[in-house]
């Protein structure tokens, strides 16, 4: 079974507010990576964060790192119509990704 | 520089039939994994292979196999197929060993019938 929990599954936002998706482990992760799919697209790989309470900005997405390293977050300021897809967190063990079950993204205009 | 490729883009097979799945990596790639995206279950871990080795397997039956060639391209076969095999397989590859980042192909849609 997968080893991370994302919440919420899905996401309606209106263009122009922020929203906030959550991944989270009962175990301490080793890393967390992000992954963005676009509806009929592969995943496409984000960010990685590795130390605790790590915390990345890529333009108006903003990525934490618990400080237990068992959580995770990934922060939308002033959503586009592109940012609609569905956004997964992963963990990088034993040479594999065990993937959440990913927050899909739709966006009212 | 070209991505990861997958073929076929689509494959319709019917059950217990097998199904054969194609992936070139990023050139001076040597990992490739084996992903399956079926409706509600999210991406699931299948296989990796690495310097033409099987190094590590998901929670999978045998009859979900592969190999890797030494140009490290890949194939993954699905014997026997089964109605709940449908769904998108992608591959991805990466550096090596050391490599976090993966980086995925389009993927193969198969429809078991």
């Known amino acids: 079974g997968q080893q991370v929990m994302q919440i919420p599954q899905y996401q309606h936002v209106q263009e122009g507010e922020d929203f906030t998706t959550y991944c989270n482990s009962s175990?301490?992760?080793?890393?967390i990576q992000w992954y963005k799919q676009r509806p009929g697209g592969h995943p496409v790989f984000l960010i990685q964060?590795?130390?605790?309470?790590e915390v990345k900005k890529q333009k108006r997405l903003t990525f934490q790192f618990g400080e237990a390293k068992k959580n995770s977050s990934l922060h939308i300021t002033a959503t586009q119509t592109t940012d609609v897809g569905t956004y997964f967190c992963?963990?990088?063990?034993?040479?594999?990704?065990?993937f959440g079950a990913g927050t899909t993204v739709t966006v009212r205009a | 520089e070209a991505g990861v490729t997958q073929s076929p883009t689509h494959l319709i097979k019917t059950r217990g039939q097998q199904a054969t799945l194609r992936c070139s990596p990023i050139s001076g790639h040597t990992s490739v994994y084996w992903y399956q995206q079926a409706l509600g279950l999210g991406l699931q871990f299948l296989l990796w292979y690495d310097e033409g080795e099987e190094r590590n397997r998901g929670n999978f039956p045998p009859r979900f196999s592969g190999r890797q060639f030494p140009n490290y391209s890949s194939e993954l076969n699905v014997n026997a197929l089964e109605l709940e095999d449908s769904a998108l397989y992608l591959c991805a590859s990466s550096l090596g060993l050391a490599a976090d980042t993966q980086y995925f192909g389009p993927g193969t849609r198969l429809t078991v019938l």
């Open positions: 992963a963990e990088h063990n034993d040479y594999k990704l065990s």
């Open positions: 964060l590795v130390k605790s309470g």
């Open positions: 175990t301490t992760l080793s890393n």
